[in-house]
């Protein structure tokens, strides 16, 4: 079955950049649908941060814009988020995710704690 | 800017039927479909319905999904409740550009 797994530093310095990779088991991320990326502050609700096409389209959440680069990479079935210039309001449980055609979150990787702290 | 609005808590108790709203502001709800997302705590969040009103496979037919453009809101209604159904509830759409919409999410106690 499709399956999603987020990696990455779990501490980043505030002023640095968070980046994170999703692997994708189980499905081909050339073949069609978009992937994203949704977040998660300790206690709070989800925010949807961005979202790619399997052919590049991206989109992205109007108030991060100018800080987060989503990009895809078909050779070795990922996608990968860079948010730059994080503070401890990005401190958060990054969840990355299958997106389908009427933009329904359909598969979600089990997320992954990313703190900021110096 | 679209955004769906939920109450912070509901509670009903165990075979009660409760409903939980998400109303869209900022345009219409019903212009894109909607979908609701279970989370238990420490967890990833999983579909409950999609597309307004389906049901993925392995989800009881005790969870509906409803849209009412008149008050410009969805519904997740959960009839004959369950302790496992305690967890939190989010809606989610997308506005004119694409951009994925959350709902702030409910809490849901069974009592």
């Known amino acids: 079955q499709v399956q999603l797994l987020e990696s990455g530093p779990g501490l980043v310095k505030p002023s640095e950049t968070l980046s994170l990779t999703c692997s994708v088991s189980g499905y081909s991320i050339s073949s069609g649908y978009y992937w994203g990326w949704i977040r998660q502050p300790p206690g709070k609700g989800l925010e949807w941060i961005a979202t790619i096409y399997h052919s590049g389209s991206t989109y992205y959440n109007p108030s991060l814009t100018g800080r987060v680069i989503i990009s895809i990479d078909t050779s070795k079935n990922q996608f990968s988020l860079k948010l730059s210039s994080v503070t401890a309001a990005d401190t958060a449980v990054y969840y990355c995710?299958?997106?389908?055609?009427?933009?329904?979150?359909?598969?979600w990787g089990q997320g992954t704690m990313v703190t900021v702290s110096s | 800017n679209f955004m769906l609005t939920q109450p912070h808590s509901v509670s009903e108790s165990p075979g009660k039927t409760v409903t939980i709203s998400c109303t869209g502001s900022?345009?219409?709800?019903?212009?894109?479909?909607v979908q609701w997302y279970q989370q238990r705590p420490g967890s990833a969040p999983t579909t409950m319905i999609y597309e307004d009103k389906q049901r993925p496979s392995g989800v009881p037919d005790r969870f509906s999904g409803s849209v009412d453009s008149s008050s410009n809101s969805a519904s997740l209604t959960i009839s004959g409740l369950k302790t496992e159904d305690e967890a939190d509830y989010y809606c989610?759409?997308?506005?004119?550009?694409?951009?994925?919409?959350f709902g702030g999410g409910t809490k849901l106690t069974v009592l």
């Open positions: 989610q759409s997308y506005d004119s550009s694409s951009h994925g919409v």
């Open positions: 900022g345009g219409s709800i019903a212009s894109n479909y």
């Open positions: 995710a299958r997106i389908t055609a009427n933009l329904q979150f359909d598969i």
